[in-house]
């Protein structure tokens, strides 16, 4: 098997950064995987004492040769996490036909890079768009049959994908123009959380920066799957209110790490049971149900 490479994404969170690279040179197979730090820079002044923290770290790490090769980039100026994760992965997929891409709040199990090369071995070219270690529903594996599930939502935690999926990604995401008054296509887009159109049109807005959620459609609008797991591989640590993207005080996703797993992949459809409980989870709440129909009211006015 050619495993994957992972691509770490840092920025100003030293004592986060440490954490998930000592996880990941505890997991399997990281003495075999080549290993690409991607370092951004500082937005102000506050920010550089804790940037050159985190250089200091990941050069330290690269020292102890825990990986088969360590690839380090540093960004002078702040790029911001969107323009990093998109500038970063399309670069590592000049070298490489899949990725497994983690940012610096992450711990993952021992057996997470078996997890994640096996299932991108499996699921290239089928109805994947993408995978993901991370499973943030408290399930119960006992009342199911194979270690994962599939939906229409991608995940940004610890997630992998295939170099012919990220070629096809329009980032101008221009068929939002049409998609955005399609009142069909906004209810299947919102299917796995009513947060997904509101997160599009806050984007394409410019009142937002996300990489993740235009991946997302251009899955959505090809029809592609992201693949969970049923025990997840990964912890996040970033509810404290240290990331860009998280706020702090968020507690109900699941925070329990499996370190073992059989190899029990099929080709699937999506849950609807597993839909109903993702869409409870993310975004299933009355304003942001008001937010959507409040949207269509004042394009119908128009």
């Given at each position: 098997m050619n495993l994957a490479p992972v691509i770490l994404f840092t920025f100003n969170r030293p004592k986060h950064t440490l954490k998930t690279l000592n996880a990941l040179m505890n997991s399997k197979l990281s003495e075999l995987t080549v290993l690409y730090i991607f370092s951004d820079g500082p937005r102000n002044e506050k920010d550089i004492k804790f940037v050159n923290e985190v250089k200091k770290c990941i050069?330290?790490?690269?020292?102890?040769?825990?990986?088969?090769?360590?690839?380090i980039h540093e960004n002078n100026e702040n790029k911001g996490l969107a323009k990093s994760v998109i500038d970063g992965v399309t670069q590592v997929f000049s070298k490489h036909n899949s990725?497994?891409?983690?940012e610096d709040d992450l711990i993952v199990s021992r057996d997470y890079l078996e997890y994640m090369n096996a299932a991108l071995s499996f699921y290239k070219d089928t109805n994947a768009g993408?995978?993901?270690?991370?499973?943030?529903?408290?399930?119960?594996?006992?009342?199911?049959?194979?270690?994962?599930?599939?939906?229409?939502?991608?995940?940004?935690?610890?997630w992998g994908t295939w170099k012919d999926i990220w070629d096809k990604i329009d980032w101008d995401v221009k068929?939002?123009?049409?998609?955005?008054?399609?009142f069909a296509a906004r209810k299947r887009f919102n299917q796995a959380g009513y947060d997904r159109s509101i997160r599009l049109d806050r984007q394409m807005k410019?009142?937002?920066?996300?990489?993740?959620?235009?991946?997302?459609?251009?899955?959505?609008?090809?029809?592609?799957?992201?693949?969970?797991?049923?025990?997840?591989?990964?912890?996040?640590?970033?509810?404290?209110?240290s990331g860009t993207h998280v706020a702090?005080?968020?507690?109900?996703?699941?925070?329990?790490i499996d370190n073992c797993w059989s190899d029990i992949f099929e080709i699937q459809d999506e849950n609807v049971h597993i839909k109903h409980k993702m869409r409870t989870l993310y975004g299933y709440k009355y304003k942001d149900k008001l937010k959507e129909y409040i949207f269509w009211i004042r394009n119908l006015i128009k």
């Open positions: 050069h330290s790490i690269k020292k102890q040769n825990k990986f088969s090769e360590v690839h990725v497994i891409v983690l993408s995978i993901t270690g991370y499973n943030p529903l408290k399930l119960d594996s006992k009342k199911y049959k194979f270690r994962t599930y599939s939906i229409q939502r991608n995940c940004s935690f610890g068929l939002y123009s049409s998609y955005r008054k399609d410019k009142d937002a920066q996300s990489w993740s959620i235009r991946f997302g459609f251009n899955l959505f609008m090809m029809n592609k799957l992201t693949y969970y797991p049923i025990n997840s591989k990964i912890t996040p640590i970033g509810w404290d209110g702090s005080g968020i507690n109900n996703f699941n925070t329990k």
